[in-house]
């Protein structure tokens, strides 16, 4: 399971408000979240995004609210995956979830600019620089996470009750 | 003999069924309560529809609010209510709050005795982290979580380490609790608690009302906690004595458990704390704030829209005009809590002031609807986030405080000490 893609870089605490703002939140239509995604944050995100590229972030990416239109948004937009120093927890889970890949990689974020290219293998881990020539790792998904990321999210696992949760 | 635990440990312990967890320890865990919104409800809605389920697991155990664009403000939201209204019919769930009924989810689930302490609680909306207030585990989580919860009745937890916040003394008389977790989020940032709960203990617990300590767990979040926990003592036991029937265990932290941190506040050292924008770890106290000219106040949300919130607001607006050129916007936080307020006169203090008292929504602070701001505005608000755009334009400023400044800056058109305007 590997992403190959440009890098967007933004700041710290991007939170859920510029990722999709509210007022478009009367939507829960995936096409129509990602119209909007980034909007408060860059006007010019969608310009400037192509088709698996890969936004990178600073500390606690993803804060505030626990609309799960953020990450469906930037998934649906085309977004191969997220790197960032840390993310704020809902949006993490909310990430795993719907199957979209997000690492955190302190290393990665520090040297990473906005059109470098590179490539994410997110069994192992390892973040290939292929503009530097450089390589960082992150904590790979285990096999848990990658059957979320192959069923294209977690509900797919669950339906007809698969998932043993160990007690009644 | 077990190993010492605090009082989130125990809970999650309980849930799993198990006698000792330990931070970091993947548990699964039985859920006593499932929460969505208008917003959040219909994409979790769509994902449980998927697996063709035909009941939820509990339909005693779910809880559905349509409080965010509601009553419906355009016919897209509507649309969302309908969905989520037609789910609850056809799945028979007890608890689900529709207009005439519905308040704001977090003011409304602990007023409905539907939170209660030991509980293991999820709602697909962050500020979930309320009920810790109650002496509940209690988390925001996504629609996907809300669906597997609705479905199972389990979901997954990482134990998360816990960070102590001891308070002492008794906060002075304008100062509440928005000022202490304004206070707390501003030392610890935004991200200090990430993963983490945020356990407070201490005397000064005795010295908050309930509606002080849902404020506080409420803002958890805001400093990236997974929850915030209070303990259990007469204060909590009166309150759930007037609006839960339900049994309830109480857990109460070892006196050895082990905590990452431990942070001290003196509640009597605390003086009103404003979040300025674009970040709530941003605060400044009064004394600091110089002059900053205001075009609106909102005073409600799940942060501080109770009965004590609007008392307090009133207490400072009574017989007192609002500044000519700014709006107030008062919203009370539950059915009960609009008509508590009618009948103490608390509305018509509003209103007589020059300000407008709405029917309960959590509206304008997520930039929904009733009171969104233009380019260049600004407003003191007693809701919990001050991010970019979040209450309009984003171009416009967001400044978080408590009741009683919201409402002596009502009064002089500038964020201001209620001792400014008493």
Known sequence: MKAVGDVLKYGDNIDTDVIIPARYLNSSEAEELAKHCMEDLDIDFLKKLKKGDIVVGGQNFGCGSSREHAPIAIKAAGVSCVIAKSFARIFYRNSINIGFPILECEEAVEEVQTG?????????GVIKNL????????????EFIINIMDNNGLIECVKGNKINWGHN | MTKPMNMTQKILAAGAGLDYVEAGQLISVKLDLVLGNDITSPVAIKEFNKTKLDKVFDKDKIAL?????????????????KMVREFANQM??????????MGIEHALIPEKGLAKPGDIIIGADSHTCTYGALGAFSTGVGSTDMAVGMAAGHTWFKVPEAIKVVLKGKPAKWVSGKDVILHLIGTIGVDGALYQSLEFTGEGVANLSMDDRFTIANMVIEAGAKNGIFPIDETAVLYLNEHCTKEYKV???????????VIEIDLSALKPTIAFPHLPENTKTIDQVGEVIIDQVVIGSCTNGRIDDLRIAASILQGKKVKRGVRLVVIPGTQKIFLQAMEEGLAKIFVEAGGIFSTPTCGPCLGGHMGILAAG???????NRNFVGRMGHVDSEVYLASPAVAAASAVTGKISSPEEVM
């Open chain 1, 116 to 124: 470098h290219k590179l490539e994410v293998d997110f069994k192992s």
């Open chain 1, 131 to 142: 503009t530097l020539g450089k390589e960082y790792k992150a904590q790979p998904f285990p």
């Open chain 2, 65 to 81: 609010v349509l409080d965010h664009f509601t009553p419906n403000k355009d016919i897209k939201s509507a649309e969302h209510s």
């Open chain 2, 92 to 101: 028979e769930i007890t608890n689900f709050f529709d207009v005439g009924e």
């Open chain 2, 251 to 261: 857990f109460a932290s070892d006196a050895d458990a082990a905590y990452s941190r």
């Open chain 2, 377 to 383: 505005e600004k407003c003191v608000s007693t809701t």
